[in-house]
């Protein structure tokens, strides 16, 4: 196996964390489409999205996807990257996909513990429980369509990644 793999999810649902970890296991270079736009940008996704608009924000992120598709790579996306039609089709047939599925309180109480979240700009400018899961109902389907495999992540982040890492050897057993 060298293709790259995909992590896709809410925000907060642990792409970040789990990617690292993850690479580390599998030798692979880790990389985080939200991180890469952020120094293409050259400035914080909140300020890039209030000053040009989500969908001037969605071209770059399609673009930065791009960029980061590699081999040997676990790829950390943004949430809303299977939004885009063309972003679920690269994916699925780049990669193998990954979705780290987490129920919405565990998401409402990782993000307002999370010190990082001020970068995160709101969605909709409603409370941030109320945001999570209306806008979690509305990705599901979106998720589902683009996975290869639906992981469990609200356990803990290394148990995670062993439930990915048996999910990938699985594939390559059926390949
Ligand atoms: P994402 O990249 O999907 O937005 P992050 O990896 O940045 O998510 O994680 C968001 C927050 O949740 C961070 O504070 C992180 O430490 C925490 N977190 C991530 N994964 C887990 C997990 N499996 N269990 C508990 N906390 C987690
Ligand atoms: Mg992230």
Redesign the pocket.
């Known amino acids: 196996m060298s293709f790259p793999v995909y992590l896709i999810?809410a925000?907060?649902?642990?792409?970040?964390?789990?990617g690292k970890l993850l690479a580390r296991q599998l030798s692979y270079q880790f990389c985080d489409t939200d991180q890469q736009l952020q120094q293409h940008l050259d400035q914080s996704i909140a300020e890039f999205v209030a000053q040009h608009g989500w969908e001037t924000f969605r071209q770059q992120e399609h673009q930065a996807l791009l960029t980061v598709t590699s081999d040997n790579t676990v790829v950390?996306t943004g949430?809303g990257i299977v939004l885009r039609d063309d972003n679920r089709q690269h994916m699925r047939q780049s990669g193998a996909v990954i979705w780290?599925s987490v129920d919405h309180q565990v998401l409402a109480s990782?993000?307002t513990?999370?010190p990082e979240m001020e970068q995160r700009p709101t969605l909709t400018g409603r409370p941030i429980t109320e945001e999570i899961y209306e806008v979690l109902q509305q990705r599901l389907p979106l998720y589902q369509q683009a996975a290869h495999h639906c992981i469990d992540?609200n356990?803990?982040?290394e148990k995670?990644v062993i439930d990915i890492l048996t999910a990938l050897s699985r594939d390559s057993l059926t390949a």
């Open positions: 999810g925000r907060g649902c642990g792409k970040t964390t789990v950390a949430g780290l990782r993000l513990a999370d992540a356990q803990p982040p995670v």
